[in-house]
């Protein structure tokens, strides 16, 4: 801090009894100068300004970093304040660097140093300034009274500055993100209910189709009920009736015999009519499935279908009786067997097929197997591979009386089984009992 030169400074060896030898005065004074010297230059190599301020506030030592930062000479600096050092010319009125000084002095203690910070423009720095007491109020006014250490803390305010600079665009796409985000969400949200809407408009038809198919499949029945009864009982009763007039007008007609001939051509081509119009009408709907039940009618078709297929052997293990199927799965019930065993008869090419009709406590079942081509032989025909609409009609009518239908290879590994199995409900349990 002061302009002193390095003194060489010797010592006297000490004796050969080890006691030391008492160092002459000029040897001592240059110690001391060394030492002072030594000091000089660590302050000097500090990056920050320390001057030593008098009770005036002027400089009466300070390091060489005022003439890093370009504020004159050592010798220059010596007897001015520090806001006249930093701020040679300071024309800012007023100036924030001397009310921070003038403030920070009048706070002074010994034992509290005064701290402030500022932007400071003229120097283009951001400085950082401590004011500190070094000798208690009342010592005389020529020995230092503070130490003013002045820092240059630029760096330290850019990267502040970056920093908050960095923050904010930070919470900026942050925010931009949440936005989004929430737009997206919004979106989602939309979405999910859109495709909520859709679903439950698509269940809403879905039922109202289901309802209309199940509306649509009673119709039909009762059409074909309507149907085969008209055939049975006024077209049926003409066509007897016609058969027994021919039959009197040849029995009591004696002409020649051509007409006989005739007669009797007619009498049996009428038979043949009555026979296919009764055919038709039981097809359409046995009159045995609405007098008897659904288990008298299945009987009735393996019987009727062993007879039309006389080369496909017909194995039938039912093991129920009328009562224990319920009402509402009688129809259902003798219309699938009759899909079933038409699909064997048309697609399967088997030589024997077996229907099992079967209730335990809680479920009705119809299986019906064979042992044709089975499924995969099968495969190139959509009808035959079990998606076409025979297939499609028995998985509906299951689906709408509460059951299920299931169609795979036969537990022999040749053929197909069609499986149908009802869940029943209490009431319909406990009618078995009482059928019992």
């Known amino acids: 801090m002061s302009q002193h030169r390095p003194v060489s400074m010797s010592t006297q060896p000490p004796t050969e009894t080890g006691a030391p030898v008492a160092?002459?005065?000029?040897?001592?004074?240059?110690?001391?100068?060394?030492?002072?010297?030594?000091?000089?230059?660590?302050?000097?190599?500090?990056?920050?300004?320390?001057?030593?301020?008098?009770?005036?506030?002027?400089?009466v030592r300070v390091n060489r970093v005022v003439e890093r930062w370009h504020l004159g000479s050592l010798s220059n600096a010596l007897g001015r304040d520090l806001h006249s050092l930093l701020h040679e010319t300071c024309a800012a009125h007023p100036c924030a660097l001397l009310r921070a000084l003038t403030r920070g002095w009048s706070k002074l203690s010994s034992e509290n140093p005064v701290e402030f910070e500022l932007r400071d423009a003229p120097l283009g720095r951001a400085l950082h300034v401590t004011l500190s007491r070094t000798r208690?109020?009342?010592?005389?006014?020529?020995?230092?009274?503070?130490?003013?250490?002045?820092?240059?803390?630029?760096?330290?305010?850019?990267?502040?500055?970056?920093?908050?600079?960095?923050?904010?665009?930070?919470?900026?796409?942050v925010r931009l993100r949440t936005e989004?985000?929430?737009?997206?969400?919004?979106?989602?949200?939309?979405?999910?209910?859109?495709?909520?809407?859709?679903?439950?408009?698509?269940?809403?038809?879905?039922?109202?189709?289901?309802?209309?198919?199940?509306?649509l499949i009673n119709a039909q029945e009762m059409e074909r009920k309507r149907i085969a009864r008209e055939l049975h009982d006024s077209v049926g009763q003409q066509l007897s009736a016609i058969k027994y007039s021919l039959e009197g007008l040849c029995a009591g007609h004696h002409g020649?015999?051509?007409?006989?001939?005739?007669?009797?051509r007619s009498?049996?081509?009428?038979?043949?009519?009555?026979?296919?119009?009764?055919?038709?009408?039981?097809?359409?709907?046995?009159?045995?499935?609405?007098?008897?039940?659904?288990?008298?009618?299945?009987?009735?078709?393996?019987?009727?279908?062993?007879?039309?297929?006389?080369?496909?052997?017909?194995?039938?293990?039912?093991?129920?009786?009328?009562?224990?199927?319920?009402?509402?799965?009688?129809?259902?019930?003798?219309?699938?067997?009759?899909?079933?065993?038409?699909?064997?008869?048309?697609?399967?090419?088997?030589?024997?097929?077996?229907?099992?009709?079967?209730?335990?406590?809680?479920?009705?079942?119809?299986?019906?197997?064979?042992?044709?081509?089975?499924?995969?032989?099968?495969?190139?025909?959509?009808?035959?591979?079990?998606?076409?609409?025979?297939?499609?009609?028995?998985?509906?009518?299951?689906?709408?009386t509460g059951g299920t239908f299931a169609l795979g290879a036969a537990p022999a590994g040749r053929g197909t089984e069609a499986r149908l199995e009802w869940r029943l409900g209490s009431a319909e349990q406990s009618s078995r009992s009482d059928a019992a």
């Open 23 to 59: 160092a002459d005065p000029a040897s001592v004074q240059a110690a001391i100068a060394r030492a002072k010297f030594e000091w000089e230059c660590t302050v000097d190599a500090l990056p920050d300004l320390i001057c030593l301020l008098d009770a005036n506030g002027e400089i």
């Open 136 to 173: 208690p109020t009342g010592s005389a006014p020529s020995e230092p009274l503070a130490v003013a250490l002045v820092a240059d803390v630029t760096a330290l305010h850019l990267a502040r500055e970056a920093l908050k600079t960095v923050n904010l665009e930070l919470e900026a796409r």
């Open 180 to 215: 989004a985000l929430a737009e997206a969400n919004r979106d989602l949200q939309n979405e999910i209910a859109r495709r909520e809407a859709a679903e439950e408009a698509l269940r809403h038809s879905r039922n109202e189709l289901a309802t209309l198919s199940r509306q």
């Open 256 to 264: 020649g015999d051509e007409l006989q001939r005739t007669l009797q």
């Open 267 to 400: 009498i049996g081509t009428l038979q043949l009519t009555m026979d296919e119009l009764r055919g038709i009408a039981m097809d359409l709907r046995p009159p045995v499935l609405d007098d008897l039940g659904a288990v008298s009618a299945v009987e009735w078709f393996c019987r009727e279908f062993a007879q039309s297929y006389p080369g496909l052997q017909l194995r039938a293990r039912i093991t129920i009786d009328d009562a224990e199927v319920p009402e509402r799965l009688s129809t259902t019930v003798f219309r699938s067997l009759q899909e079933l065993l038409n699909n064997v008869a048309k697609h399967a090419r088997a030589r024997e097929v077996t229907v099992a009709l079967s209730r335990s406590a809680e479920q009705l079942q119809l299986i019906v197997t064979d042992d044709g081509v089975g499924l995969e032989a099968t495969a190139g025909n959509a009808t035959e591979a079990g998606s076409g609409r025979g297939v499609r009609n028995l998985r509906e009518r299951a689906a709408m």
